[in-house]
């Protein structure tokens, strides 16, 4: 992005509840995928079904960005696009500032998805003196002690922090001083703001764990044999040992079945649970 440029920052958060504003960019997404492949209308049933959510919850949505169906027809799904890009200020760009680019802040940097979103990464930072000055695209890394110069002359009012944890707090800072609205903060760790400056939080490993409790390990399965000890295919089964010697003039007692390989013993029920037969 030419240095000179001035993007023009977002409008004033409208009385939407933040829910509501939160499922907005999933429908934006459905929708645009649709359009793409040539749909003219969607029904907020399929459209709920793409973005996981209910149909009346859906609706209820829609009608925040005065978003009407037709009973039996659906939304226009062009019209439709369009108001919720018009909602969330899709198409007046964004400048972006990444402070940090190590790994994360070079995937991100070079993330093909925010343009079309609209966000423009209009700079880039980092205090490491080999990445100072280097080139990452069109842009060069400068030291974050140039935020506030590049943001007076750019009007980025947005950054993403993919620094250490240990540095976080006082990129924020810096950040919020420069004039920075909101920051999405990818660092291990809570940061604090003004209370004008919005922060989204993304802690990976968190996110990692909330997935792990609700997607668990699969529980071994109790039927399966130990391969260590599984018989080899073919051989022959083995003998009962043979059981006391019968005393003289006795009978051979009957023996009891053995219980299935691989099966808990059977136990009775419990009789409060049992059902009364008439």
């Known amino acids: 992005m030419d240095s000179a440029t001035q993007l023009r920052p977002g409008p004033a958060v409208p009385e939407v509840p933040a829910p509501v504003v939160s499922r907005l960019p999933a429908y934006l997404h459905a929708l645009e995928e649709l359009v793409a492949e040539g749909r003219t209308t969607v029904s907020s049933e399929e459209l709920a079904g793409k973005c996981q959510v209910g149909a009346a919850i859906l609706r209820r949505d829609?009608?925040?960005v005065s978003a009407v169906g037709r009973r039996g027809v659906g939304y226009d799904a062009t019209a439709l696009t369009r108001a919720i890009r018009g909602f969330l200020d899709v198409d007046s760009r964004r400048a972006v500032a990444i402070?940090?680019?190590g790994r994360l802040g070079t995937a991100l940097a070079h993330y093909p998805g925010f343009l079309p979103a609209g966000f423009e990464i209009a700079a880039v930072f980092d205090d490491d003196p080999a990445k100072i000055g280097t080139a990452m695209?069109?842009?060069t890394v400068r030291h974050p002690d140039d935020l506030a110069a590049v943001i007076a002359r750019t009007g980025i009012d947005l950054a993403?922090?993919?620094v250490p944890a240990e540095?976080?707090?006082a990129t924020a800072d810096a950040c919020a001083a420069a004039g920075v609205r909101g920051l999405l903060n990818f660092a291990p760790v809570l940061v604090s703001s003004p209370e004008h400056v919005h922060v989204r939080?993304?802690?990976l490993a968190s996110e990692m764990q909330l997935l792990g409790f609700y997607a668990p390990a699969a529980a071994p399965d109790p039927t399966s044999a130990d391969p260590a000890s599984a018989e080899p295919a073919g051989a022959a089964p083995a003998a009962p040992a043979p059981g006391?010697?019968?005393r003289d003039g006795a009978p051979d007692a009957p023996s009891a079945a053995p219980a299935p390989s691989g099966t808990a013993p059977q136990r009775h029920p419990d009789?409060?649970?049992q059902e009364m037969t008439p």
């Open 160 to 162: 993403v922090l993919a």
């Open 271 to 273: 009789p409060g649970s």
């Open 244 to 246: 006391p010697a019968p």
């Open 137 to 139: 695209g069109e842009l």
């Open 201 to 203: 939080s993304i802690d």
């Open 167 to 169: 540095a976080a707090q």
């Open 99 to 101: 402070v940090g680019v």
């Open 62 to 64: 829609l009608s925040q």
